[in-house]
């Protein structure tokens, strides 16, 4: 086979000429060339392909291991301050659409994957991945060995990184600035709340739907603090008929009290539960009240305001795949977990109930306590993305606020 020297094309009349190479770059690629990397604060750098928003970003790398709803994730509050790694290699292929948000926008970092989708096959898809991202000032990287990576997180734990296309910034630079860069002790939740209380109103899409023997809770007021709430954990609540009110996450406790709900929620949210006093002193003072739920952030609050601790988890649990077990009935739920913090049960004071174990390292997933009327999980009961096995938690609470309101 006849081989091109590098440096020459054919002319307009079909003939060889010779071409500088500055010129032969101009003219471009047919393929896009590396153009960004990730500096982790190991020290290793990883060249990589851009997409979405361009510039220097620094955050947590952290992997998920959920093999769809990558734009729930991307829009899932938990998420601030982090760079998200999927384990699934594929991915943009469903593209993104309006009603798959979770939250008003985009919280995290930026976004890195393997394989970068070059076509969408979803009937629901509304945009590309790419101008998604671009148009929300979310920077992304692909044709990166992730597995490498994930590998490289589960060894020495969660890393931070730089993402930059920028070509002023060295190495060193980069690695410098991962280095400096801190995320334990930072409040995250005040950046994700809403500013305002607001009234949410909107039930699962009937489409959606899939608790056919729904246990509506008729006139049952729950107050739900937006420390990084997902969007659908309010769908579930409404489905079942709770009337809902989302306060900021600085609201009082005071203010909450006054509204004489049934039942309280505190809701998921990002970074390290030690860093928000303010939040602690807020379920203290709520606890013991009226009924409360706890999920993720919630769960990790209620820890600290009953007395125990809470710790940094090597590299957290991220995905839509966790095994857990309900310690009361023996029954195993698959489940969506985002969290890179945990209760250490060790910690906590009699009459506090260890109620779920995450399979994979025995890491409390759940608490309750019988006496402040409270219960919480450490994971996702809305499931978005991921499997409704744990659903019925939402039932567990409304039967909490009922049994309450009947003693009244």
Known sequence: MLRTP??????????????????????????????????LEDGSIWR???????????????????????????????????????????????????????????????????????CTSNWRCTELLGDYLAKRNIMGIY???????????????????????????????????????????VDLITGVSCD????????????????????LAEKLHVVAYDFGIKYNILRRL????CKITVVPSTWPASETLKINPDGVLFSNGPGDPAAVPYAVQTVKEIIGKVPVFGICMGHQLLGQALGGKTFKMKFGHHGGNHPVCNLKTGRVEISAQNHNYAVDPASLPAGVEVTHINLNDNSCAGLSCP???LMSLQYHPEASPGPHDSDPAFGGFIQLMKLVKQKK
């Open 238 to 241: 409404a489905s079942s008929g």
């Open 48 to 118: 990589a392909k851009s997409f979405g928003a361009l510039g220097t970003q620094v955050g947590e790398v952290v992997f998920n291991t959920s093999l769809t709803g990558y734009q729930e994730i991307l829009t899932d509050p938990s998420y601030a301050g982090q760079f998200v790694l999927m384990t699934n290699p594929h991915i943009g292929n469903t593209g993104v659409n309006p009603g798959d948000e979770e939250s008003r926008q985009c919280f995290l970092t930026g976004l890195v994957i393997r394989s970068l989708s070059i």
């Open 143 to 185: 044709d990166v060995d992730t597995r490498a990576i994930t590998r490289r997180l589960r060894q020495d734990g969660s890393l931070i990184g730089v993402l930059s296309t920028e070509e002023s910034k060295t190495d060193d630079m980069l690695l410098e600035m991962s280095q400096k860069w801190k995320i334990v002790g």
């Open 6 to 39: 590098a440096a020459a094309i054919l002319n307009v009349t079909g003939s060889l000429s010779a071409t500088p190479r500055a010129e032969l770059h101009a003219v471009g690629k047919p393929w896009k060339i590396s153009d960004a990397r990730l500096a």
């Open 371 to 373: 006496e402040l009327k």
């Open 196 to 215: 305002n209380p607001y009234e949410w109103t909107e039930k699962t899409d009937p489409e959606w739907e899939f608790n056919e023997a729904q246990n």
